[in-house]
């Protein structure tokens, strides 16, 4: 239930009890998630004084050492994460490995593990350009007081219990689902406070927005060119209008409002794409499903692949579910 001026905090409380098993855990962890979106987005916000302050790699005026934006966003989420103790484990784009948490007394008995990129899109942020942060959430399914293994978090998205992005764009906003429709909130930062602005967000089941970037046009593969052409083809309300800001999840925002389709496909300079199943599909898979859109590699549901490695890639097309069809019939028909 939403109702007007609720805080994220208010929403998270009304709507705990839709969280099936739920002993309050994953509130927590959506509640931390929220205040590391507000410690980072601080920092993304200062980024343009850069000059002023100090490069990265210089010691500032306050004597602190500035840290890569990419960097700070990936301890700033670990470190809230851990100190909340309710993960048993966590994935980072940023890093090798996954990180195996111990719980309060060393007792591994924590029931979730989370997967993130932290700072998606960073090569924007030089040019004060949108970027995000990407979250994906589930269950672990290796026995509770063991540590985590790689089983965790090799779960097909399909088996997500949340998932969600920040966009640090002209307005901070958190938007997230836990299988029941998506809701996005806005940070009034002057307060610090996130407000439900977007409830129950829904993808146009059609749009005229195609997203891609065409520079790589000639790499793609044939059914890919013929449904670019498509969308440039002048016919039954075509063209369609082009934006690519090359930051995920500022385009998949934006489509998700007004109507379009996001692509990264494969390439023959990138055999698999460039995004990333575990840390950027899925979790986008599962927003765009539960608000009515689409995402495929082209063929499958990006949530029924079986992950076979924590930073594999894979292609993607994801956004109104009329054009996500229509693309893929292309690459079928090919
Ligand atoms: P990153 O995780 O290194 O930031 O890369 C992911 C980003 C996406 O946000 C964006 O959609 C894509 O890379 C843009 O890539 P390209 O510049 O190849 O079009
Ligand atoms: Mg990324």
Redesign the pocket.
């Known amino acids: 239930m939403s109702r007007k001026n609720q805080t994220l905090g208010e929403f998270i409380i009304e709507n705990q009890a839709e969280f099936q098993y739920s002993s309050g855990e994953l509130s927590r962890l959506i509640n931390s998630i929220r205040l590391a979106a507000k410690v980072v987005n601080h920092e993304v916000n200062k980024a343009g004084l850069v000059d002023i302050v100090g490069a990265v790699g210089e010691t500032n005026i306050q004597g602190e050492d500035q840290q890569k934006l990419d960097v700070m966003a990936n301890d700033t989420f670990i470190r809230t994460l851990t100190n909340r103790n309710i993960l048993c484990g966590i994935a980072s784009?940023e890093n090798d490995d996954f990180i195996s948490l111990e719980g309060q007394n060393g007792d591994n008995n924590n029931k979730y593990i989370l997967l993130m990129?932290p700072l998606?899109?960073s090569s924007n942020i030089d040019v004060n350009v949108s970027v995000g942060t990407?979250f994906s959430i589930y269950r672990r399914v290796t026995p509770p007081g063991t540590p985590v293994t790689i089983e965790d978090f090799l779960q097909p998205g399909r088996e997500q219990v949340a998932a969600g992005y920040i966009v640090y764009g002209t307005s901070t906003m958190i938007v997230y689902t836990t299988g029941h429709g998506v809701n996005g909130f806005t940070l009034n930062p002057a307060i610090g406070t996130f407000y439900l602005s977007h409830p129950n967000m829904q993808f146009p089941e059609m749009g005229n927005i195609y997203s891609v970037n065409e520079g790589n046009y000639v790499h793609f593969p044939d059914g890919v060119k013929k449904y670019i052409k498509y969308c440039q083809e002048e016919a039954e309300g075509r063209p369609y209008t082009s934006r690519y800001i090359g930051s995920?999840v500022s385009d998949i925002h934006r489509n998700m409002i007004k109507g379009g389709i996001y692509m990264y496909p494969k390439s023959s300079k990138a055999t698999n794409g460039k995004?990333?199943l575990l840390?950027?599909c899925n979790p986008m898979a599962f927003i765009a499903e539960q608000a009515g859109g689409k995402a495929s590699d082209g063929y499958t549901r990006i949530l029924d692949l079986k992950p076979t490695e924590l930073h594999e890639r894979v292609p993607f097309f994801c956004g109104s579910r009329l054009m996500v069809e229509k693309a893929e019939s292309f690459m079928n028909n090919d």
Do not use: S
């Open positions: 784009e990129d998606d899109g990407i995920l995004l990333r840390y950027e």
